[in-house]
């Protein structure tokens, strides 16, 4: 019998479209099999956004509230100090995340804003959190640059299928992501890289955005698939709502194509409802941003996600990498809290 959770790298379009044609509950089941095999199915890894920069970015993606293209009433703001970044990264330490994203909205970092992000590398991974970047594209030099200060992961996504992909950006190509991500590779970094669904797109682009992310030299760490949020003033606010049961498909099948990738539900947790995120963590999915933001659009309440963790009997994943385990604490010690207060409603 072939091995269903081998990690393989030559999926074909045809054996893709078998995935997402299963049956559901087929698929379902085949993709929380192959979960077992990699991971505690019980436990979700939980990870902070912050906007290190926001706005004014010059890229042209349509789904983006931060491009500089569209009005949406944004506000700008320029790189975050370093220090602020900081205080930022340990309250998202006290408030349990184990790692800890920085995002700024540009083409590519410019020079003169490198040493600052250098800096707040150094300094968040100081805290014992892991680091994560996302700040358009990079060359080897920067790639090199920002491993050494001790990044841990880059997220660049690939949005989209190579075919559809000029819909939706115009001011950098398919290939551009693609090397970035060999550069983020070369220089010894882990890769979050992901897509958007619900753009516009065919079941023919799912399977060839999973396939190109499948079929890289080696998987992506994490896999972010976000559901779009449409947000007014940007050129897909009017997109035709994505049928939930195609996202939950689309994680499920993420999930056996890299069996050992961490599958995130990223953008759009917002508009999914408890149980449809609780059968998306069925499908395979066990990563979440974790706070009020991600990025500039709403994010769950911590406060809902601690009552959906405890009425799943989900716990946050432990850390490998350190001893310190402060964040784990803190948030059993939430669990534990909103334990006490469902009691107390109870009596
Ligand atoms: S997705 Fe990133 S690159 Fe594209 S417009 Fe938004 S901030 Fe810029």
Redesign the pocket.
């Known amino acids: 019998m072939q091995d269903t959770a081998a990690i393989r790298h030559d999926w074909t379009e045809d054996e893709v479209r078998a995935l997402f044609e299963l049956p559901f509950n087929d698929l379902l089941f085949r993709a929380q099999t192959v979960h077992r095999q990699h991971f505690d199915p019980n436990e979700v890894q939980v990870s902070t956004l912050l906007s290190i920069k926001t706005g004014a970015?010059p890229?042209?993606?349509k789904y983006?509230p931060?491009?500089g293209h569209y009005n949406t009433g944004l506000e700008k703001e320029r790189l975050m100090q370093v220090e602020k970044v900081l205080e930022k990264a340990r309250a998202a330490k006290a408030s349990g995340s184990t790692r800890f994203c920085m995002g700024a909205?540009w083409?590519h970092p410019a020079e003169k804003d490198m040493p600052y992000v250098i800096e707040m590398v150094k300094g968040v991974k100081a805290l014992g959190l892991e680091t994560c970047m996302t700040l358009?594209m990079l060359d080897q030099d920067k790639a090199g640059r920002l491993a050494e200060a001790g990044l841990d992961y880059y997220n660049h996504n690939l949005d989209t299928s190579p075919e559809f992909y000029d819909k939706i950006?115009t001011t950098r190509s398919y290939q551009d992501r693609l090397d970035t991500l060999h550069h983020v590779r070369e220089s010894g970094m882990k890769i979050c890289s992901g897509g958007i669904l619900g753009m516009g797109e065919t079941a023919t682009d799912r399977i060839g955005l999973l396939r190109q992310l499948a079929n890289l030299p080696q998987h992506p760490e994490s896999v972010p698939i976000n559901m779009l949020v449409k947000v007014k003033g940007t050129p897909l606010e009017n997109a035709e709502d994505l049928d939930r049961f195609d996202f939950i498909r689309t994680i499920a099948v993420a999930r056996i194509m890299m069996p050992a990738s961490h599958v995130r539900l990223s953008a759009g947790r917002e508009q999914m409802s408890d149980e449809m995120q609780a059968m998306t963590f069925f499908a395979g999915a066990n990563s979440i941003f974790y706070g009020e933001c991600l990025l500039t659009t709403p994010n769950p309440e911590t406060h809902r996600d601690l009552q959906l963790f405890r009425r799943l009997g989900i716990n946050p994943e432990q850390r490998i990498s350190d001893a310190d385990d402060t964040q784990e604490q803190a948030i059993m010690r939430d669990l534990q809290a909103e334990q006490d207060s469902a009691r107390f409603y109870e009596a």
């Open positions: 970015c890229e042209d993606c983006c931060q491009s909205a083409k358009g950006i």
